[in-house]
């Protein structure tokens, strides 16, 4: 990354098309404080990931951040560094190591912030990353935001699955369900 792409970024806050050198975005030329929830020219998403390394003849370990490509690919984003208001807006944190749907079949912090109108109408690439991990996880992201703006939580048990250990009477084995709602 040249000097003034560096100031450039850090002046105006980048939301959307970047350019670097010739090549567009690649994740693993990114600095690591704009990688999570950046796309690569190709479609990639880039994701922050940790490597640990063990000094010789001590006990101190180190950590580094490397920014890498991952195999989930945005569907209409490319050549995006998300923008510092988007990721605050949304509940993320910019030095997020890889992509997790934990915290979405909670009430939580996050998944309010996520939920925002601020989130879900300004911020179209973080709104599509967990739309396309939710549904990953057999989850749909609108119902899971409605559910959690109405407190709804018979729809937010409704919404998150439920792992199946030997499969149901009538479904392949393997196949999803959803763990019933409490009265």
């Known amino acids: 990354m040249t000097v003034s792409l560096a100031i450039l970024v850090a002046l105006f806050g980048v939301q959307s098309v970047l350019a670097i050198g010739e090549g567009g975005v690649e994740c693993e030329k990114l600095p690591v404080e704009l990688c999570a929830f950046a796309v690569s020219s190709s479609g990639s998403r880039c994701v922050l990931e940790k490597k640990y390394s063990f000094a010789a003849g001590t006990h101190e370990i180190s950590v580094q951040y490397q920014c890498q490509s991952s195999g989930v690919m945005a569907e209409k984003m490319m050549e995006w560094i998300e923008s510092d208001e988007c990721v605050q807006a949304c509940g993320l944190q910019r030095m997020c190591v890889g992509m997790s749907t934990d915290d979405l079949s909670a009430y939580s912090h996050f998944t309010s912030k996520l939920c925002s109108d601020k989130c879900q109408n300004?911020?179209?690439?973080?709104?599509?990353l967990y739309l396309n991990l939710a549904a990953g996880e057999g989850m749909y992201l609108p119902h899971l935001c409605e559910a959690h703006k109405t407190r709804s939580r018979r729809m937010m048990y409704q919404t998150a699955p439920?792992?199946?250990?030997?499969?149901?009477?009538?479904?392949?084995?393997?196949?999803?369900?959803y763990a019933p709602a409490p009265y």
């Open 122 to 128: 300004s911020c179209p690439n973080v709104v599509d």
């Open 162 to 177: 439920a792992p199946i250990a030997g499969g149901l009477k009538g479904y392949p084995l393997g196949a999803e369900a």
